[in-house]
């Protein structure tokens, strides 16, 4: 069906719908990269250790890492991830082992090759019963999410806009999930937030073309050529391309200080967000804008909706 679609269209119509196919094709690997290699989940839902330590003299992240895997050993040293603010601060996550249990006398060794110039200051244990508790609440806050996205959406727009914007939102979650996954980076609380992010921006993108796209409709009187929809939506495309390069332009700026300045603990975040942006970005032009055309919208049905909108009201008492 979308091949007979493509036939006898405009060229930028045969961009968006060659767009549609090939997004359709990254989410199916996006899906089976899931179902293959899993998102490599972080301590925070796996269970572990967390311990937390200063030097009185400088030392170098890298140096620590190897010196805590060289006394734990190959085995104890698997999910291992030691991140710093400075040369003075660290901060170790360690997972458990295939056993339930972590072996946590490597800081008084550590310490001793360092000359006793090693302070603890925080050793916290996290169970996997609250790691899983994390996950489920995570996994609750995004579904409560998505469905006020679907309420909202069921209201302010036509049914198949609607499915368009949902569709949209769902490319973009698992496209994501999917990068995590096929490079197996680790997946944080962080991570999480920033998929809660992402719906919203996903979300916001998509409702500015329709939003669009519905005002054209509306003015349209008497449709003219071949494909007055596919004019349609290409005009409501372009009349908000700038602003959605400029804000997305910017937005991406930031991430990507954030992303190269901030260092191992918020890189998780920063890619997810950046990944998310960019997909977002092309998944309202190829699938949000695209997807209704294809399921037969037209400009007829806002037309008919608005008529029957003003007979409700001169209807009302």
């Known amino acids: 069906m979308i091949f007979k679609q493509l036939t006898a269209q405009s060229f930028p119509t045969k961009l968006r719908i060659i767009g549609l196919c090939l997004s359709f094709l990254l989410m199916s690997i996006a899906v089976f990269g899931l179902m293959t290699h899993k998102l490599n989940f972080s301590i925070e839902f796996n269970g572990g250790f967390i311990t937390e330590f200063q030097s009185e003299q400088p030392l170098e992240r890298s140096e620590v890492a190897d010196s805590i895997a060289q006394i734990l050993g190959k085995a104890q040293s698997q999910g291992l991830k030691v991140s710093s603010a400075d040369q003075h601060h660290f901060i170790v996550r360690q997972n458990l082992d295939a056993s339930g249990q972590s072996e946590q006398g490597w800081f008084a060794e550590l310490n001793q090759t360092q000359q006793?110039?090693?302070?603890?200051?925080?050793?916290?244990?996290?169970?996997?019963?609250?790691?899983?508790?994390?996950l489920e609440q995570g996994g609750l806050a995004m579904f409560s999410a998505v469905i006020m996205v679907l309420l909202y959406l069921a209201l302010r727009f036509e049914w198949r806009l609607a499915v368009g914007a949902v569709a949209a939102l769902f490319h973009d979650i698992v496209l994501v999930l999917g990068i995590f996954a096929w490079l197996q980076i680790e997946f944080d609380l962080t991570v999480l937030a920033s998929l809660l992010a992402i719906i919203g921006y996903s979300l916001n993108d998509s409702i500015i073309v329709a939003d669009r796209m519905r005002e054209l409709m509306r003015a349209t009187t008497q449709p003219e050529g071949p494909?007055?929809?596919?004019?349609?939506?290409?005009?409501?495309?372009?009349?908000?391309?700038?602003?959605?390069?400029?804000?997305?332009?910017?937005?991406?700026?930031?991430?990507?200080?954030?992303?190269?300045?901030?260092?191992?603990?918020?890189?998780?975040?920063?890619?997810?967000?950046?990944?998310g942006i960019v997909v977002g970005t092309l998944s309202s032009i190829c699938i949000s804008a695209t997807l209704p055309q294809l399921l037969g919208l037209n400009a007829n049905h806002y037309q008919e909706r608005d008529k029957i909108e003003q007979c409700e009201q001169m209807l009302m008492p």
Do not use: D, H
């Open 116 to 134: 006793g110039q090693l302070t603890l200051l925080e050793a916290n244990f996290i169970g996997a019963q609250v790691g899983e508790e994390l």
């Open 227 to 275: 494909n007055p929809l596919g004019q349609i939506i290409n005009q409501a495309i372009s009349s908000t391309l700038s602003r959605t390069l400029i804000t997305s332009g910017t937005t991406l700026a930031t991430i990507a200080s954030i992303w190269l300045l901030a260092g191992p603990p918020l890189a998780g975040f920063s890619l997810a967000l950046f990944s």
